[in-house]
């Protein structure tokens, strides 16, 4: 499984992917402010009890907030599952 997620604008983001790269599920929600609140029970509803084996998050450009909440929550989720993580723009 692959999770993508993007918090670089105003819409938290988050896809998730077969080894293929068919998409699975996936989650968009124009929020503006408070990504940092609504991306990880985001992923958890994605992601159903499933786990990824890689993860690719959105580094820009945009919001520099932004970018820094999704890119936290992918370097923590790559340490916990052992996931490759990889940027994308």
Known sequence: MILAIDTSTAACSAALFDSAGVLVA?????????HSERLVPMIDELLD?????????????GSFTGIRVGIAAAQGLAIGWGAELRGMS
Do not use: F, K, Q, Y
């Open 49 to 61: 009890g499933r786990t990824a084996t890689r993860i690719l998050v959105g580094v820009g450009p």
């Open 26 to 34: 996936h989650r968009d929600e124009t929020i503006g402010r408070g």
